[in-house]
């Protein structure tokens, strides 16, 4: 009597599920890192001048293709998850003095302030006046070693507090920051001038902070003495535009706005 052998195809099935799965892991892998977006250097727009001719000597950085570390390097989220939430493996924490000022309504504006390490490589007494992102403040990580690199090569730090962000601060007027209120920027500036007579400025503005720095530069000829340049960093230009950008899903830029959105809440619930 005939043996008849019957097979069953389903490991085969099962496997070609696993080669999918494998194949659809790898795809969101490279599509999320970025894997494929090609290195180049950055894009400079700039007016011929002679101040431009001299920085981009001085910064060749500045012309040269940027080559971003293995595997997360070309993802925005993994380096602003990483940086901007974990820091460094030994992230440096320097040491101030945080300052008071009241301002003319009531509110109590607070700011860090943090001394040179070593002498300034020109020799003069400069000082970097520093607007954080939304909600931020001197303790923030990215505030923290920007601070300790500054102070290393010579730099005087002054770091603004965000009216409301620094949870141990209580409000003492009924506001908090907001993207066009300049005034504790400007009453920590003058504290600089008037305690430090000979110092020369260099203001610094990260994201929300680039708004408020560039728009108390132009509010008045007078906020602009004794400052030799400013820097925006990741500033946003156009607050309406951007509020259509984040409501949208590709690159999970509407979870980003929820995130904000949550963080802000928190803020103002803390303060109720």
């Not at 494929?36 to 250097?41: E, F, G, H, R, V």
């Not at 720095?213 to 607050?239: H, M, T």
């Not at 951007?242 to 690159?251: G, K, P």
Request: proline share 6%; aromatic share 10%.
């Amino acid at each position: 009597m005939s043996t008849i052998l019957e097979t069953s195809e389903l490991p085969a099935v099962f496997d070609g599920v696993k080669l999918a799965a494998v194949a659809a892991v790898l795809y969101v892998i490279v599509r999320c890192l970025n894997l494929k977006s090609p290195t180049a250097p950055p894009e400079l727009i700039y007016q011929d001048s002679a101040l431009a001719r001299f920085l981009l000597k001085s910064c060749p950085l500045l012309t040269k293709e940027y080559i971003p570390p293995l595997i997360w390097g070309k993802s925005g989220h993994i380096q602003t998850a990483l940086y901007g939430k974990m820091g460094r493996v030994r992230s440096p924490h320097p040491y101030g003095l945080r300052k008071y000022l009241t301002m003319p309504d009531g509110a109590t504006a607070t700011f860090d302030l943090f001394e040179p390490r070593s002498e300034h490589c020109t020799g003069e007494d400069v000082t970097m006046v520093i607007c954080p992102g939304i909600a931020n403040h001197s303790e923030k990580q990215y505030i923290r070693t920007f601070v300790d690199y500054a102070q290393k090569n010579g730099y005087r730090c002054a770091v603004l507090n965000h009216l409301g962000a620094l949870p141990n601060i209580e409000l003492t007027s009924p506001r908090m920051f907001t993207y066009g209120c300049t005034w504790e920027f400007g009453a920590m500036v003058n504290y600089i001038k008037k305690t430090y007579p000979q110092t020369q400025l260099v203001v610094v503005g990260f994201s929300l902070g680039g708004n408020i720095v560039c728009k108390y530069l132009g509010e008045s000829q007078a906020n602009q003495e004794r400052v030799l340049c400013c820097v925006s960093v990741c500033q946003g230009y156009s607050a309406l535009r951007a509020q259509e950008t984040f409501m949208q899903w590709d690159h999970c830029r509407r979870f980003y706005n929820f995130l904000m959105a949550d963080n802000m809440k928190k803020i103002i619930l803390s303060h109720r």
